[in-house]
């Protein structure tokens, strides 16, 4: 129910079909990082469009900072694709046609019997599905502001990510303490090529082996090899750096570019 969606709660790892009809979960969307996740009344709503076009607006930024955006509405899901291609967002939209998640967790606007919508509900979750705010915005005036949305994340990217203070984690050795950051019983641990710690996420699986490869960087292609296991207490660190080098020549980024939309003048 409503009432036990709260901050410090796990929210249900709900999985939908989204606009293709493939069935995906709040985990795959989330793949780790925090989570934004929005109940919307439908395309048919004026100020759901508002909303979700705030939305749009921000999806750059919040993707380029290791974030998620999922929208779940009462609509199915060929109407949902073509709301959110209306509106040129990039995230998924997933739909809960038979309204089966919106009854079970109270989430329906009962004042609305023609339509019986989700109540309009975002909620800011961190990289392990845990609630950290929530927002009813039955009136629009109770939606999150994008600054709001930005604060919110900030305090998770903070506390989850020692590196949010490099300079600091650096001088201390190079990674912080296993222990540090994410609230998780296994972390890996991203590395230059110095030991110098970039990101941490959890850890899903067994202890691997030094020189295990675990992952292809989306950067330049390297694999993500783990360089050292660390043991602290229960808690336990899989520290990984890439494999080879890298490339030397700072004229070939290998990020993916953005331009302003609608192209340079």
Request: aromatic share 6%.
């Given at each position: 129910m409503l009432s036990d969606l709260v901050s410090g709660r796990l929210f249900p790892d709900l999985e939908l079909p989204e606009t293709t009809g493939r069935m995906l979960r709040l985990s795959k969307i989330a793949d780790g990082q925090p989570l934004v996740l929005c109940f919307a009344r439908g395309w048919w709503c004026p100020k759901e469009q508002v909303r979700l076009r705030n939305l749009?607006?921000?999806?750059?930024?919040?993707?380029?900072?290791?974030?998620?955006?999922?929208?779940?509405?009462?609509?199915?899901?060929?109407?949902?694709?073509?709301?959110?291609?209306?509106?040129?967002?990039s995230f998924p939209f997933l739909s809960d046609e038979r309204r089966e998640v919106a009854e079970s967790l109270g989430l329906l606007e009962l004042t609305d019997a023609k339509h019986l919508p989700f109540l309009p509900l975002t909620f800011v979750c961190d990289s392990r599905l845990v609630i950290r705010r929530l927002w009813n915005g039955f009136w629009f005036w109770g939606n999150p502001t994008p600054d709001e949305l930005r604060q919110t994340l900030r305090e998770i990217t903070r506390e989850e990510q020692p590196s949010y203070d490099p300079v600091a984690v650096w001088a201390g050795g190079g990674a912080a303490a296993v222990g540090a950051g994410i609230d998780a019983p296994a972390v890996w641990i991203h590395e230059?090529?110095?030991?110098?710690?970039?990101?941490?996420?959890?850890?899903?699986?067994?202890?691997?082996?030094?020189?295990?490869?675990?992952?292809?960087?989306?950067v330049d292609g390297?694999?993500?090899?783990?360089?050292?296991?660390?043991?602290?207490?229960e808690r336990l660190?899989?520290?990984?750096?890439?494999?080879?080098?890298?490339?030397?020549?700072?004229?070939?980024?290998?990020?993916?570019?953005?331009?302003?939309?609608?192209?340079?003048?």
């Open positions: 749009v607006a921000m999806q750059d930024e919040l993707t380029r900072e290791y974030g998620a955006i999922a929208v779940v509405t009462v609509d199915e899901p060929y109407v949902n694709g073509a709301f959110r291609a209306g509106i040129g967002a230059d090529a110095g030991g110098r710690e970039l990101q941490r996420g959890v850890w899903n699986g067994e202890e691997p082996e030094v020189g295990a490869r675990v992952s292809r960087s989306p390297r694999w993500w090899v783990v360089a050292s296991v660390e043991h602290t207490g660190g899989v520290h990984l750096r890439k494999e080879g080098a890298p490339d030397a020549d700072p004229r070939l980024v290998r990020h993916r570019m953005t331009v302003p939309r609608g192209g340079l003048a």
